[in-house]
């Protein structure tokens, strides 16, 4: 692998984890209030669960969508959204996180490896490539990340003195 490459690679792990020019996913749930997981902000028809879940899933269907030569597609919103009434307790907000950081592991590793040709075409979904699905992830994640924040701010979820 050439240094550009290594580093072009390196800057698209970054973008996917360390937030750059915006609040990173971690930032963005530390110290949120267990007990308002399932509140649905004012004028919003989800809760700030839906919404983690929405990200996790939407990522994970690109990560099958990178992984998967059978790969088979899922159907819009169903399988993409919590069902309205669906709802989580603690245990299940800190798995849709712990799932999300895993799958984003996993991102992570398909781009550092070498092996990977992330400007090849996918055989399976031509003409997309692996870096394509990769920055629709960061640039999902970011904007869904973008709301998260803007709720929790509405909701008055933020810990106290946080500037």
């Known amino acids: 692998m050439s240094g ?4 072009a690679r390196q800057q698209i792990v970054a973008l996917l984890k360390r937030g750059q020019a915006h609040m990173t996913f ?3 749930v530390a ?3 267990p007990e308002r997981i ?3 902000p004012p004028n919003v028809g989800y809760s700030p669960w839906h919404l983690l879940e929405h990200i996790r899933l939407t990522q994970r269907d690109i990560l099958d969508f990178i992984r998967e030569a059978q790969y088979t597609a899922r159907s819009w919103p169903a399988d993409y959204w919590p069902a309205p009434a669906d709802r989580a307790d603690g245990a299940a907000w800190e798995r849709t996180i712990a799932a999300f950081l895993a799958d984003r592991a996993a991102l992570e590793a398909i781009v550092v490896d070498p092996e990977v040709d992330l400007l ?3 055989r ?4 997309y490539t692996v870096m394509r699905e990769i920055l629709l992830v960061a640039d999902h994640t970011a904007y869904h990340t973008g709301e998260f924040a803007i709720l929790r701010q509405v909701m008055g979820t933020w ?3 946080r500037t």
């Open 159 to 161: 810990p106290a003195g």
């Open 31 to 33: 110290d949120f209030p």
């Open 4 to 7: 550009a490459d290594a580093a």
């Open 38 to 40: 399932n509140d649905a």
């Open 124 to 127: 399976w979904g031509d003409p």
């Open 26 to 28: 971690e930032e963005a």
């Open 120 to 122: 090849a075409p996918l």
